[in-house]
C-alpha cells in the first residue's frame, strides 16, 4: 500500500492555499497512515503542521460529542428518541413545537431555522452596560436556550430537512438537564477519559478566564482572524455562537488530535459490530442508518450518509456509510462494510474564513485514498 501520492495531493492543496495545512488519518483495518501537510499557522507567524496537532472541529461536535452523549441517556432509558422534547422542557412547546422531538432534532427535521446570530444580542448587551462580563458566562448561555425555546418553526416537524445548530443546541442543553452536569464534564467523564483520550476536549473560556485551564497555542492550529473578538483565534472556539455561550455547546466547541479521534471511531465501530457492548449494538445500527421519516433526506441520527451525487466522502466510498464535516475544515467518513475510516482535520479558515476550496478538494482527496487502499 503506497500512500504517496494521497500525500502529494495533500502538499499540493496546502500549497494552492486549500488550507494552510492538514493532517490525514486513514485506518483500514490495522493499516494505519497518518501523516501532515503545510503549516499550522501563518499568522502571525509560519510554524509547521505536525500529526499530533489538535484542532478546533466545529460540527463534528455534533456526533463525536452530543450524538455520543444522547446515545448514552437512550442506552440508560433517561430518554427515547420519539420523546418530545417539550415533555422535558415545557416552555419549548410554544408556537407550534409541541409535537418535536429528539428523533427530529438528531436528523434536522424538527424545523428549527438553520442559525441565528444570538451571539450579536449577546455582545450588544455587554457594549451597552447591561450586564459586565455577559459574553461567554453561564447567563449568555442560559439566554441563547432560552431564545431557541421561543423559535418559531420555519417548516412543520418532519416534513423538511434542513441542517440546524439550533437543534444541537437544544441537544446540547438536554444533555446537561438530564444528565445532570455540564456538557462538557458528561463527555469528559462518559466518553473520553475512560477511552485515555488525552486531547479531545471542550474549551471552557468562563474557566479559561478565571486561570483554571492553561492553554497551549503550540499545539494548536489556529483559526481566524475574528473581525469582532480582533484577534488570530487559537485554543478558544471559532464559532460566533458556541464562543458566546463559553465555548461549550451541543453545536461546536470540541477540539481533538486526529489520534484521539481514531481511537473513538474505532471504539464506535465495534459497537456497531457488536464486538463491544459499551453502546449496545441496536442503538448504534439506529444511529448509523439513513433515517426515512424525511424520504429524500441523508441524515442518519447525528450523522450523515453520502448523497448520490457530488458527496464530499467522493465517488469510490461505499455508499453505506456515515460521515460529518466541521466548518472549520474538518471531516470524519466510516465505511460500515469493512474497517476503514478516513479522518481529515485542517484549519482552512486561518486567517480568514473566505476559502472555499475545500468543498472541491474533499472528494478529491478521499477518491487519492481509495485509489491507494486498491
Same mark, same amino acid.
Given at each position: 500500500m503506497s500512500f504517496d501520492a494521497v500525500e502529494r495531493e495533500l502538499e499540493a492543496a496546502a500549497a494552492r492555499h486549500v488550507f494552510p495545512g492538514a493532517?490525514?488519518?486513514v485506518r483500514d483495518g490495522e493499516r494505519v497512515h497518518l501523516c501532515a501537510a503545510g503549516a499550522r499557522s501563518v499568522e502571525p507567524t509560519v510554524t509547521p503542521m505536525r500529526? %499530533?496537532? =489538535?484542532?478546533d472541529l466545529a460540527s463534528l461536535t455534533k456526533p463525536l460529542a452530543t450524538t455520543i452523549a444522547v446515545m448514552l441517556l437512550v442506552r440508560e432509558g433517561k430518554i427515547r428518541l420519539d420523546d418530545r422534547v417539550s415533555r422535558f422542557f415545557h416552555n419549548f412547546g410554544v408556537h407550534g413545537?409541541?409535537?418535536?422531538?429528539?428523533?427530529?432534532l438528531l436528523n434536522h427535521s424538527s424545523g428549527l431555522p438553520a442559525w441565528q446570530p444570538y451571539y450579536k444580542e449577546i455582545i450588544h448587551t455587554e457594549r451597552k452596560g447591561g450586564r459586565i462580563n455577559f459574553v461567554a458566562s453561564p447567563s449568555a448561555k442560559n439566554f441563547v436556550y432560552q431564545a431557541i425555546h421561543r423559535e418559531r418553526l420555519e417548516t412543520p416537524p418532519a416534513t423538511h430537512a434542513r441542517y440546524s445548530d439550533l437543534g444541537f443546541m437544544l441537544l446540547g442543553e438536554?444533555? %446537561?438537564? =438530564?444528565?445532570g452536569m455540564a456538557l462538557d464534564r458528561f463527555c469528559q467523564q462518559r466518553i473520553y477519559r475512560p477511552l485515555g483520550l488525552r486531547t479531545t476536549a471542550f474549551v471552557d473560556l468562563w474557566r479559561l478566564r478565571a486561570r483554571k485551564l492553561e492553554p497551549i497555542p503550540d499545539l494548536v492550529a489556529p483559526t481566524e482572524r475574528c473581525p469582532w473578538r480582533k484577534k488570530i483565534l487559537c485554543g478558544e472556539v471559532h464559532d460566533d455562537n458556541a464562543y458566546a455561550m463559553g465555548g461549550v455547546a451541543g453545536h461546536s466547541g470540541l477540539f481533538a488530535s486526529a489520534a484521539d479521534l481514531d481511537v473513538l471511531l474505532c471504539r464506535l465501530r465495534a459497537c456497531y459490530t457488536g464486538a463491544d457492548g459499551w453502546i449496545p449494538q441496536s442503538i448504534m445500527r439506529e444511529f448509523w442508518t439513513r433515517d426515512r421519516v424525511v424520504e429524500?433526506?441523508?441524515?442518519?441520527l447525528g450523522w450523515d450518509t453520502p448523497s448520490p451525487h457530488d458527496s464530499s466522502a467522493g465517488t469510490l466510498f461505499n455508499r453505506r456509510a456515515v460521515g460529518h464535516l466541521g466548518f472549520t475544515g474538518t471531516s470524519v467518513w466510516l465505511d460500515l462494510d469493512r474497517p476503514l475510516h478516513i479522518i481529515l482535520l485542517s484549519n482552512r479558515v486561518h486567517p480568514n474564513r473566505d476559502n472555499e476550496a475545500i468543498r472541491e478538494f474533499r472528494p478529491l482527496i478521499h477518491d487519492a485514498v481509495m485509489r491507494a487502499l486498491e
Open positions: 493532517v490525514l488519518l500529526p %499530533e496537532t =489538535i484542532f413545537k409541541t409535537h418535536v422531538t429528539f428523533r427530529h438536554a444533555v %446537561e438537564e =438530564i444528565g429524500s433526506s441523508t441524515w442518519a
